[in-house]
């Protein structure tokens, strides 16, 4: 048998009621896929962001915002430790590498970073793309999504508690709080890494230093940038980023540098705190949108049944012409499945498209590179709605077959 | 086709059974044309649907035949119905979306996926000898003249042994009906086909070999 003419003459007799219907089965799962493909995707990308930041040392204060200001660039007063602990990381055995990272100036609303050359390169696994790295205090390299050019002089301003700048604009706010006396000079600028990195503009922490007014960190004014610094001169930091030797050091390290006035921390330990909010909620917002789209299927159930109601007599004609009830439950029972799989389908695509939207929205919020990409999870969500949309078409379809025929046809 | 000992029942609404139907004998010879007449809501569909093996009887027999009617099952009857009986209706019932050549070929549909050559053939022959043109076009855009040719070139796509009709003419102008008429009669001679009809028409029912009157469910005497 080939029910197709007929479920073909079916969804064209009832075109713009299945179009409604497609769309709002794919609003029902676009939600729930949207939702679902962005918790993942931050997640994601958020994790890759902190890649480069084995273990972050700070003054006790809040971890959580340790963790954004330091990784994720999230502009907010840390308060200060003591400097001298770069000297003492730099003579454990158990560190490999350690970097102060001194923040609060801002250049066309980038923010701007002091740091040290080992840490511009990731300890040796980057290289700028352009130019090359800063070898003294007025030099500057660019993140991969700044919008300046080598050779570029720019002169930093003080960030205000409040003001929220926009990368790239060079407000009022940034205009009144110039840092007059300090050139930066653009000298190189590194490859993308996906991250608020990227727009950041990295200078040498003795730049910083100098800027405030806290002299360069070393005995000699015009020394070599970079550790070791002086002990007595050594200003005190907001954080330090510290890659330890072996991986079974980094506990010890994390247990060492979690006394005496200073707080130590990987980074994941606090994504996980924030993974697990994220996931509570996307649980609750999972459950909303599955709610939603039982709410949504029942009432596409409840028009169908009215439809199939209507068309008793358009299947008696079928049944006088000697079609089974399998026949006329086949019409019935594809037109559904196709009408709810066309819906998931919809909602594949638009909740892929939503997340892409919200994603690209966060990115140039945040400049944390966000990717949806398709996963099984939302396969999964498809299959179990087409798996529940075929039940409701099976329902459909036995409730078309039933009755005889000769009361339909007869109108 | 024989009748015997055919009644239908049914319940009132306060669940008392009524006989609308009731056909004590009744022999129908192959290529017979029989007509049945009598007033409406007398049982003259009742019986159409009794021999189409739309409606099992609540007593008695319908034989086609060493086939018993009624001691088929639900599908077995709707095999047996599209393999011996056409049917056509006053409504016509056609499926306003698809064409006239899908309308045609839609009996083909319940036991193969797509018409073979040759069906496909026959389907256009009988459009053309019913005088229609264009058999792409949808049948929600025809005359009714024309859509009740289309009913009988789709009854007919089978290669009936029986053709049932209910009141072919009784939705059509004069001019249709007289043509409409005159098409049925050739087709079922060209097909030798038996032809039952139902209907007030005192033209239709004038070219018959028998009438049967129905009369508050009870089939008479033919005339």
Same mark, same amino acid.
């Given at each position: 048998?080939?029910?197709?003419? !007929?479920?073909?003459?079916? %969804? ?9 219907? $497609? ?22 990308? =958020?994790?890759?962001? =902190? ?9 006790? =204060?809040?971890?959580?915002?340790? @963790?954004?200001?330091? $990784? ?16 003492? %990381? ?54 991969? =999504? ?7 002089? @720019? ?49 040498? @922490? ?27 001169? $050594? ?34 330990? &606090? ?15 999972? %459950? ?16 169908? $049944?009215?439809? &199939? ?22 019409? &019935? ?6 009408? !709810? ?16 939207? &919200? ?21 999964? %969500? ?30 | ?49 009794? *021999? ?44 306003? /979306? ?68 209910? /009141? ?39 070219? *018959? ?11 008479? /005497?033919?005339?």
């Amino acid at each position: 048998m080939n029910p197709l003419p !007929m479920v073909w003459a079916d %969804l064209r007799a009832m075109r713009w009621s299945a179009l409604i219907t $497609v769309l709002l089965i794919g609003i029902a799962v676009a939600i729930g896929v949207a939702v679902s493909a962005q918790e993942r995707a931050m997640r994601q990308a =958020s994790a890759r962001a =902190s890649d480069d930041f084995p273990l972050i040392i700070g003054a006790p =204060s809040s971890q959580t915002q340790l @963790v954004l200001t330091a $990784v994720y660039l999230q502009a907010e007063a840390l308060p200060l430790m003591d400097g001298n602990i770069l000297n003492t %990381l730099a003579q454990d055995p158990r560190v490999a590498g350690a970097a102060p990272l001194a923040y609060g100036d801002i250049v066309q609303g980038y923010p701007v970073v002091g740091t040290t050359q080992n840490f511009v390169t990731r300890w040796g696994r980057l290289q700028p793309i352009e130019g090359r790295l800063f070898e003294q205090e007025n030099e500057a390299v660019i993140g991969f =999504s700044v919008k300046l050019a080598l050779g570029d002089a @720019v002169m930093p301003s003080h960030g205000v508690a409040g003001h929220a700048p926009t990368p790239g604009v060079a407000d009022e706010a940034e205009a009144e709080n110039r840092h007059e006396h300090t050139q930066l000079k653009i000298v190189g600028r590194l490859p993308q890494l996906n991250s608020p990195w990227d727009r950041a503009i990295l200078i040498p @922490v003795e730049s910083v230093w100098e800027t405030h007014g806290l002299g360069n960190g070393h005995r000699m004014d015009d020394g070599p940038l970079g550790p070791p610094f002086d002990a007595e001169k $050594v200003p005190n930091v907001p954080a330090i980023v510290a890659k330890p030797a072996q991986v079974a050091q980094a506990y010890q390290l994390r247990s060492t540098y979690r006394q005496n006035g200073t707080m130590a921390l990987f980074p994941a330990e &606090v994504l996980v705190q924030l993974y697990q909010a994220m996931g509570n909620v996307k649980e609750w917002l999972v %459950l909303a949108a599955m709610i939603n789209n039982i709410i949504v299927f029942l009432a596409i159930l409840l028009l169908l $049944v009215t439809l &199939v109601g209507l068309r008793r007599r358009r299947y008696a004609i079928l049944r006088a012409l000697g079609a089974t009830r399998g026949y006329v439950a086949c019409i &019935v029972g594809l037109g559904a499945t196709i009408l !709810m799989t066309a819906g998931c389908g919809v909602g594949l695509v638009m909740g892929w498209g939503g997340a892409w939207l &919200v994603s690209h929205f966060l990115t140039s919020q945040t400049g944390i590179v966000i990717d949806p990409r398709p996963s099984m999870d939302e396969f999964r %969500l498809i299959g179990l709605m087409i798996g529940i949309g075929s039940l409701c078409a099976m329902l459909l379809a036995a409730l078309a077959a039933r009755g005889e025929p000769t009361t339909a046809l007869r109108g | 086709m024989i009748l015997s000992g055919v009644s239908v029942q049914r319940r009132d609404s306060n669940g008392r059974l009524f006989t609308t139907l009731s056909v004590a004998d009744l022999s129908i010879p192959a290529g017979a044309r029989i007509g049945l007449a009598g007033p409406s809501g007398a049982g003259k569909s009742t019986l159409l649907d009794v *021999m189409a093996g739309l409606l099992v009887p609540s007593t008695g027999t319908v034989t086609w035949g060493a086939t018993v009617l009624s001691d088929l099952c639900d599908r077995e009857r709707a095999v047996w119905r599209r393999t011996y009986v056409g049917q056509v209706f006053q409504d016509f019932l056609l499926i306003p /979306e698809l064409s006239i050549l899908a309308n045609v070929v839609l009996p083909l549909s319940f036991s193969q996926f797509w018409p073979s050559g040759d069906q496909r053939q026959r389907a256009l022959d009988l459009i053309h000898d019913l005088g229609l043109k264009d058999a792409g076009r949808r049948a929600a855009v025809l005359s009714r003249g024309e859509q009740q040719r289309v009913a009988l070139a789709r009854a007919l796509i089978l290669r009936p042994s029986i053709l049932l009709a209910d /009141e072919p003419t009784a939705s059509l102008d004069q001019a249709s009906a007289a043509l409409v008429t005159d098409l049925l009669f050739d087709v079922v001679r060209q097909h030798q086909a038996t032809l039952i009809i139902a209907s007030h028409d005192p033209a239709i029912l004038s070219r *018959m070999d028998h009438v049967h009157h129905v009369v508050a469910g009870q089939l008479q /005497e033919a005339s």
